[in-house]
């Protein structure tokens, strides 16, 4: 399978490049040439899966004209080693539970699988040790971090707004040392995302670092995630409920809502996508408009949505031809504040004993506000309550259990360097701690 830019001037690109370089040589992202359909036969039998076999095949469709099939196996059995169960909520409301992975947060399966593919290809000959940058807005870090640690031939750095994520976010990329080095920088997500797409396109560092990123910008990172949808469905087929099937996807980047678009495109009968937002609604305001106007990013309790200029607007574009129609109709929007998500969580919480995190809460509440007779709606929980501990502590006004692996992480101590937002300063940091530090570096 070849690859092209989003911004269509680069082509014809190997899987292998496109993992390992990330960003497009022309600033945009990597999109495969042709996705394609599931037959048939596997939506019959789908419910009579496990999540491993549905995971390769999906993977298969996309990676295995470049990945031996053995391999690819290997990659999607040690990414998918835990469950995700499927919860019901309301009478017709579900919450998918992406959050049983190692870090608690829905990233976790891109993060892993990415790190094993790149583990691959590094091991596969390609003679180069990577570096991979990655911004995160809270639980991108983690699970980046986490799904990295001590592969060889790659080093990690984390860029994360100083004071903008919660302790226990901090903490799970802060603590591990080793290859993972996290980076504090003053200012907001978006600020972090700048440097790390102002880095690939610099030439310099170009020239004496090999850069990759583990954000959804890399086609290795969202891709996999169209896995979730795709068991959902099994899920939802095996209680009799997949017609008429709705999902809510809380959106902040737009990963994993365009890894739900490749998966509608394969086959899989979504009727419809919310795109759940908090007030950082750029997307839902070009639904209602048909004009994207990118906007610094707004603070809110559900923070890793704080993105203020998603980039994967890009290959949603891209993936509909531009068409403004074809868009709303597969996709509506919704916009939470903060007052809204912490009601939310509250009543939930009151009314039926389960616990939303802030992020959960805007996909649950665009459900309860639209779904229609005889649909059945699924929003996907993306991380564990417990990692926001304060935010649901204050809503709810009592104190909420912290599972060990959370507690494991807390215990850790923080290590991180703390850097302003200029591109200059990020520069030297990066030239000086590879170049100088005596690092293995090819050319």
């Known amino acids: 399978m070849k690859y092209y830019s989003t911004n269509g001037i680069v082509s014809n690109v190997s899987l292998n490049e496109a993992v390992i370089k990330g960003l497009a040589a022309d600033k945009g992202l990597f999109m495969p040439e042709k996705i394609k359909q599931l037959p048939q036969e596997f939506f019959e039998q789908i419910d009579t899966m496990n999540l491993q076999e549905i995971a390769f095949r999906v993977a298969e469709a996309f990676f295995g004209e470049d990945i031996p099939a053995d391999d690819l196996r290997k990659i999607v059995n040690e990414t998918l080693n835990f469950d995700i169960p499927i919860v019901q909520v309301k009478e017709n409301i579900y919450s998918?539970?992406?959050?049983?992975?190692?870090?608690?947060?829905?990233?976790?399966?891109g993060a892993r699988f990415m790190a094993r593919m790149l583990g691959y290809f590094v091991k596969g000959g390609n003679g180069k040790s990577v570096n991979v940058l990655v911004a995160t807005s809270g639980d991108t870090g983690s699970a980046v971090a986490n799904g990295f640690l001590n592969v060889d031939g790659v080093q990690v750095y984390v860029l994360y707004?100083?004071?903008?994520?919660?302790?226990?976010?901090?903490?799970?990329?802060?603590?591990?040392?080793?290859?993972?080095?996290?980076?504090?920088?003053?200012?907001?997500?978006?600020?972090?995302?700048?440097?790390?797409k102002s880095a690939f396109m610099d030439e310099e560092l170009r020239c004496k670092m090999f850069l990759t990123s583990a954000n959804s910008i890399n086609l290795a990172r969202f891709l996999p995630q169209s896995f979730y949808y795709f068991w959902g469905y099994a899920l939802l087929k095996r209680m009799g409920r997949e017609r008429e099937f709705v999902v809510s996807v809380p959106?902040?980047?737009?990963?994993?809502?365009?890894?739900?678009?490749?998966?509608?495109?394969?086959?899989?009968?979504?009727?419809?996508?919310?795109?759940?937002?908090?007030?950082?609604?750029?997307f839902y305001n070009y639904l209602q408009t048909g004009e994207y106007n990118p906007r610094p990013s707004i603070a809110t309790i559900a923070n890793a949505m704080d993105v203020g200029n998603p980039s994967n607007f890009a290959r949603i574009i891209s993936l509909y031809n531009n068409d403004y129609n074809a868009i709303c109709k597969d996709i509506s929007g919704a916009t939470?504040?903060?007052?809204?998500?912490a009601e939310g969580v509250k009543r939930v919480y009151s009314e039926t004993d389960y616990l939303l995190d802030p992020h959960g809460a805007c996909g649950y509440l665009a459900l309860e506000n639209s779904l229609g007779e005889g649909q059945t709606g699924v929003f996907l929980e993306t991380a564990h309550p417990a990692k926001f501990k304060e935010t649901i502590e204050d809503i709810l006004q009592?104190?909420?259990?912290?599972?060990?692996?959370?507690?494991?992480?807390?215990?850790?101590?923080?290590?991180?360097?703390?850097?302003?937002?200029s591109f200059k300063e990020f520069k030297e940091y990066l030239l000086k701690e590879v170049l100088h530090e005596g690092r293995e570096i090819y050319y």
């Open 96 to 109: 998918l539970e992406l959050f049983h992975g190692p870090t608690l947060a829905f990233k976790d399966v």
């Open 161 to 196: 707004p100083k004071g903008k994520v919660s302790e226990i976010q901090e903490k799970q990329f802060t603590t591990l040392g080793n290859n993972i080095t996290a980076l504090e920088i003053d200012g907001c997500f978006d600020d972090c995302q700048t440097l790390v």
């Open 251 to 282: 959106s902040g980047n737009f990963g994993n809502l365009t890894a739900g678009l490749f998966a509608k495109q394969m086959g899989l009968p979504i009727k419809h996508f919310i795109a759940a937002n908090n007030r950082n609604d750029i």
């Open 336 to 341: 939470f504040d903060d007052r809204q998500i």
């Open 398 to 421: 009592q104190e909420i259990q912290i599972p060990k692996k959370l507690q494991e992480f807390m215990r850790g101590e923080k290590q991180s360097v703390a850097l302003g937002g």
